[in-house]
Nanobody
Framework: QVQLVESGGGSVQAGGSLRLSCAVS????????MAWFRQAAGKEREGVAG??????LYADSVKGRFTISQDNAKNTLYLQMRSLKPEDTAMYYC???????????????????WGQGTQVTVSS
């Protein structure tokens, strides 16, 4: 059973930065993908960034501002967010997929383990 626990959310002003963390435990296989999704109030869940052994993928809305990374020694996934905008306000979730493929899209249906989410609020 994979368990994911996010942390690092909070409230910042536009232009600020935050780093989200996701502690991962319970997986026993080497091939997997991980991603960050977000869901704003009244909107659909959106893939923000994904990472696996093939590389990374970013949504156009965050390219150049967000960086996804992972520390395998610490079993932790990160999302460094810079130049935050009010439209980045959302609940952010990390997710784990047993599938390993070149990331060309982030389809939430491929991710079967999810964290509880951490809120990010950006004020103007």
């Amino acid at each position: 059973q994979v368990q994911l626990v996010e942390s690092g959310g909070g409230s910042v002003q536009a232009g600020g930065s935050l780093r989200l963390s996701c502690a991962v435990s319970g997986y026993s296989y080497d091939s997997y993908s991980m991603a960050w999704f977000r869901q704003a109030a009244g909107k659909e869940r959106e893939g923000v960034a994904g990472i696996n052994s093939y590389g990374t993928l970013y949504a156009d809305s965050v390219k150049g501002r967000f960086t996804i990374s992972q520390d395998n020694a610490k079993n932790t996934l990160y999302l460094q967010m810079r130049s935050l905008k009010p439209e980045d306000t959302a609940m952010y979730y990390c997710a784990h997929s047993p599938w390993l493929r070149i990331l060309t899209s982030l389809d939430y249906r491929e991710f079967n383990y999810w964290g509880q989410g951490t809120q990010v609020t950006v004020s103007s």
